[in-house]
T-cell receptor, first 117, second 111 residues
Framework: AQTVTQSQPEMSVQEAETVTLSCTYD???????LFWYKQPPSRQMILVIR??????QNATENRFSVNFQKAAKSFSLKISDSQLGDAAMYFC??????????????FGQGTTLQVKP | IAGITQAPTSQILAAGRRMTLRCTQD?????MYWYRQDLGLGLRLIHY???????GKGEVPDGYSVSRANTDDFPLTLASAVPSQTSVYFC??????????FGPGTRLLVL
């Protein structure tokens, strides 16, 4: 079974600085998707970024980028130029590839990010 | 476009009562999911539906049932609520690009 681990329960960053959130996963599959979701105090789950395992290039979305290390099974999220609105809980999630599976997301435990003004 | 709506936003329920959490999406996504979120455990899949008329069990299905009569609606029913079902419940859907989009969640307290 696949597992996702976020080893940092809490992180803090100064506004305008850069922070990296860690995520590792365990799987025997070769094709899969990885995601980072943001959950602000409003409780809404918001997709931040997505990575397909077959793509070697790291995904980027504006100030958000990932460092995807497939061999090491590592998927970290880098937030550049941190803003107060980035304060939230961040979840790393794994999804198997292909139509024959449930399509379920397997989530890590989450990392709470505090942004200091 | 509303995306995914869930109702109610929050609910306090007496143990033993029956409760249905509603979920509706307007994106014409084939797949829909129900997750529960508990502190320190992230989100865990309760039930899923890959297309209208079909459903399947997730990681924590006991005490819950679902139906998928049409593409848009995916209600989750607690037949006889117990305190361990106190949680935040999220409905999600996905189309052809595999990414799941979430509703705003329902906070449920079972006393």
């Amino acid at each position: 079974a696949q597992t996702v681990t976020q080893s940092q329960p809490e992180m803090s960053v100064q506004e305008a600085e850069t922070v990296t959130l860690s995520c590792t996963y365990d799987t025997s599959e070769s094709d899969y998707y990885l995601f980072w979701y943001k959950q602000p105090p409003s409780r809404q789950m918001i997709l931040v970024i997505r990575q397909e395992a077959y793509k070697q290039q790291n995904a980027t979305e504006n100030r958000f980028s990932v460092n995807f290390q497939k061999a090491a099974k590592s998927f970290s999220l880098k937030i550049s130029d941190s803003q107060l609105g980035d304060a939230a809980m961040y979840f790393c999630a794994y999804r198997s590839y292909g139509s024959g599976n449930t399509g379920k997301l397997i989530f890590g435990q989450g990392t709470t990010l505090q942004v200091k003004p | 476009i509303a995306g995914i709506t869930q109702a109610p936003t929050s609910q306090i329920l007496a143990a033993g009562r029956r409760m249905t959490l509603r979920c509706t999406q307007d994106m014409r996504h084939n797949a829909m999911y129900w997750y529960r979120q508990d502190l320190g455990l992230g989100l865990r899949l309760i039930h899923y539906s890959n297309t209208a008329g079909t459903t399947g069990k997730g990681e924590v299905p006991d005490g819950y049932s679902v139906s998928r009569a049409n593409t848009d609606d995916f209600p989750l029913t607690l037949a006889s609520a117990v305190p361990s079902q106190t949680s935040v419940y999220f409905c999600a859907s996905s189309g052809s690009k595999e990414t799941q989009y979430f509703g705003p969640g329902t906070r449920l307290l079972v006393l």
